[in-house]
């Protein structure tokens, strides 16, 4: 998004965000470059996060909005699926290359290249379409989710943890997650089972602009998605030697949502193996519509997986 918030320096991330909205709604802020080749060209700084490295839905959100920015009014993202190269440094800026591929009569394609150092840290295509009448279903809701309110935030959870880590994410992260069953922080070995349930909703409102929007969509379907794998096999978060890092993300629009409004990230792992998982999700408003649906493959290591 463009927006009258002042851009977060180089200097912004290197301590914890007092307003981590503020801080994610920055990070979220594109400015044009100069630079100008066969693509557009447009940067963006980096949140602070507690290892230095970027976070994967911040860069993927971005390169989302880079995308919307070259689009004819009036289309909308409905997919996108990108590839996590490198490790993102938080420390440095972010350059972002937007490709106008193809503007057809119904559908607009764009390529997105995210740089650090000269070096693609995140590759992305994304396709937009003309709000066109059409068939119309979804699949339902599950039954039997509590409410959001009454599951304990993110925040109760994490400030019960005598860890540093819980700590950081209590007070960090911009949106609140709750857990359906209980989150895997510290015990993932409480009940074996592949799919959870998570609600989550951005801790203040939002600018209406409804691309952020969507772009925050992006952000957010990366915070738990391979949860699923890791607590099929009794993991948590805490885990000694647990190496988990995000490979490849795809992600399809069907119905607008803003997420300073609770919605419901549904999720399931079918399968692990040779240190990979593969993670399902269904994001639903809080009245059962489908918004979005989610696939993502991550690398998940731990030194003894037996």
């Not at 860069?59 to 289309?75: D, F, K, S, W, Y």
């Not at 699949?139 to 819980?166: C, F, K, W, Y």
């Not at 409004?261 to 990979?276: C, D, I, K, T």
């Amino acid at each position: 998004m463009f927006s009258k918030l002042q851009p977060m320096t180089s200097q912004d991330n290197l301590t914890p965000p007092s307003d981590p909205v503020e801080s994610m709604l920055g990070a979220l802020t594109l400015t044009t470059s100069q630079a100008r080749t066969r693509e557009d060209i447009f940067t963006a700084p980096s949140q602070w996060q507690p290892h230095g490295r970027v976070f994967g839905g911040q860069v993927m959100a971005q390169a989302a909005l880079a995308a919307m920015h070259t689009i004819p009014e009036g289309r909308t993202i409905h997919s996108l699926h990108g590839y996590f190269l490198r490790p993102g440094d938080i420390t440095e800026a972010i350059t972002l290359s937007a490709d106008r591929i193809h503007d057809g009569r119904s559908f607009s394609t764009r390529r997105v290249q995210a740089y650090q150092k000269g070096e693609p840290i995140f590759s992305m295509i994304a396709s937009f379409q003309d709000n066109d009448p059409g068939l119309d279903h979804f699949s339902p809701m599950p039954q039997n989710i509590p409410d959001p309110e009454t599951l304990p935030s993110a925040q109760e959870v994490l400030r019960g943890i005598n860890h540093p880590l819980a700590d950081v994410w209590a007070t960090t992260r911009a949106f609140d997650l709750r857990h359906h069953p209980s989150p895997i922080y510290i015990d993932g070995d409480r009940e074996r089972t592949a799919h959870q349930a998570v609600w989550l909703k951005a801790l203040s409102p939002l600018p209406d602009d409804p691309h952020l929007h969507q772009a925050a969509l992006a952000y957010a379907s990366d915070f738990s998605i391979l949860e699923p794998v890791m607590r099929a096999h009794g993991i948590s978060w805490s885990t000694p030697g647990l190496k988990i890092a995000s490979l490849d993300h795809a992600m399809w629009w069907h119905r607008p949502h803003r997420v300073d409004e609770w919605f419901l990230y549904v999720q399931e792992s079918p399968s692990a193996r040779g240190g990979r998982g593969l993670a399902l999700g269904r994001i639903f408003s809080q009245e059962g519509l489908l918004i979005a649906s989610v696939a993502q493959e991550g690398m998940v290591r731990v030194p003894n997986p037996s």
